[in-house]
């Protein structure tokens, strides 16, 4: 067996997993859509948290670092992190309000990266559900850009459900043409 056909072997092999977390995001999807409000808020918190530790983990290499040059700056950036964690702890509300924002730009700049990504994808057959995956994403951004800050409630929730079940079955898809494509290569 020669390098090209380990590799498609090894790629074979890989799609399942592909297709596997396409499935997972698909269901997780369906979760959000189902319970957008609790889905949104447990986003922040968790958010909230993930800065909170970050900023304890930043102001521990603070005090063992050994540079006095970039210090200051070091604990100033821990100090922040661990009061943004807080304070979006504390107020959930409208840390969801912020995180809706910042969810519509990434959808916009996602969107705009699959649909780029997807034309190197033509030549499997897995371009078009990440072009499709693209422009959803886009729309879902400009979406909650109109809709903010009122629906920031339940919005996160829905477009974020909407999103991932578009993102899994165009994981499950992409990892299928894979799959396809390399046993074709190794017969």
Do not use: C, H
């Amino acid at each position: 067996m020669g390098i090209g056909n380990a590799l498609q072997s090894n790629v074979y092999k890989t799609s399942k997993l592909v297709v596997l977390l396409g499935v997972m995001a698909f269901i997780l999807g369906i979760i959000a859509m189902i319970y957008p409000t609790s889905f949104g808020e447990i986003s922040t918190i968790v958010i909230g948290v993930i800065l909170l530790i970050g900023g304890m983990l930043r102001f521990i290499f603070a005090i063992v670092s050994f540079s006095m040059g970039s210090l200051l700056t070091r604990y100033f950036y821990a100090i922040l992190m661990i009061i943004a964690g807080i304070w979006i702890i504390m107020n959930p509300d409208i840390g969801l309000e912020v995180l809706t924002i910042v969810i519509a730009v990434y959808f916009i700049i996602d969107g705009i990266t699959e649909i780029i990504y997807s034309f190197s994808l033509v030549p499997i057959g897995g371009g078009l559900f990440l072009l499709i995956s693209g422009v959803i994403g886009i729309l879902l951004g400009i979406l909650i850009f109109s809709k903010w800050p009122e629906s920031s409630n339940y919005v996160l929730g829905i477009y974020i459900g909407i999103k991932l079940m578009i993102d899994g079955l165009m994981l499950a898809a992409t990892g299928s043409a894979i799959r396809k494509f390399s046993k074709k290569k190794l017969e």
